[in-house]
């Protein structure tokens, strides 16, 4: 149990362009889900917070107008990256919680690469 | 908010020794704190974690001490493979749910 799915596995977009990237809770509600950036040898940094029919709460020095998160329903949050640059070249990371605990349930990641 | 601080940043060790990593963290609302391996590319995989209630926890190979006096929790694992080669990371999180991760731990066990 507590599968997360996230699509696409890899992107590459031109410079100037969006990219849409879905993460799915496959065999639970999730309740909240998180979004992280993972730059190579570095940490996982979280970009904002998102509860099922609520605004993303962002971290502080992530764009909201650039990463626009949705949270529609309980099983599915996406990120889109508007008017991407090479410097947004990193792997992102979601990951589920359920109502209940602590645990965080985390997708296989989208490499994206803005050329 | 919070802020935890992992160390050492690489580690090696020889097959069948024991290797440690330690986490610090600032918050001392969290009460949460999981320890994720994570290899190149993947997502990370939760291998164990521990609750502010709780001053250690064992399975197998792996165990996770907690001092909340201190604010300080560690990772033991022994009797080390080479498929425990891989990165880990320390978190914390509180009442918002929130995780931070530590700055990871690249740990290499030589045959």
């Known amino acids: 149990g507590a599968v997360v799915s996230q699509h696409p596995s890899r992107v590459i977009c031109k410079s100037g362009t969006s990219v849409k990237i879905e993460c799915r809770s496959l065999?639970?509600?999730?309740?909240?889900m998180f979004w992280y950036r993972q730059f190579p040898k570095k940490s996982l940094m979280l970009m904002a917070t998102s509860n099922e029919g609520s605004k993303a709460t962002y971290e502080q020095g992530v764009e909201k107008d650039k990463f626009l998160i949705n949270h529609a329903s309980l099983t599915l949050s996406t990120l889109t990256v508007t008017s991407a640059h090479p410097e947004d070249s990193s792997f992102y990371i979601c990951s589920a919680s359920a109502k209940r605990g602590y645990e965080q349930y985390f997708g296989p990641g989208t490499r994206l690469t803005v050329t | 908010g919070e802020n935890v601080e992992q160390h050492p940043s690489t580690l090696s060790v020889q097959e069948g020794d024991s290797a440690v990593i330690k986490c610090t963290y600032s918050?001392?609302?969290?009460?949460?704190f999981p320890w994720y391996k994570q290899e190149l590319g993947k997502r990370p995989q939760l291998i164990i974690d521990?609750?502010?209630?709780?001053g250690e926890k064992k399975d197998q190979r792996i165990a996770v001490t907690l001092n909340k006096t201190a604010k300080h929790f560690s990772l033991h694992i022994t009797e080390t493979q080479p498929e425990d080669s891989a990165v880990y990371f320390c978190a914390a999180t509180g009442s918002a749910r929130q995780l931070t991760f530590g700055s990871g731990t690249q740990l290499t066990v030589l045959p």
């Open positions: 065999d639970f509600q999730a309740t909240t």
């Open positions: 918050d001392s609302a969290s009460n949460y």
């Open positions: 521990i609750r502010s209630n709780v």
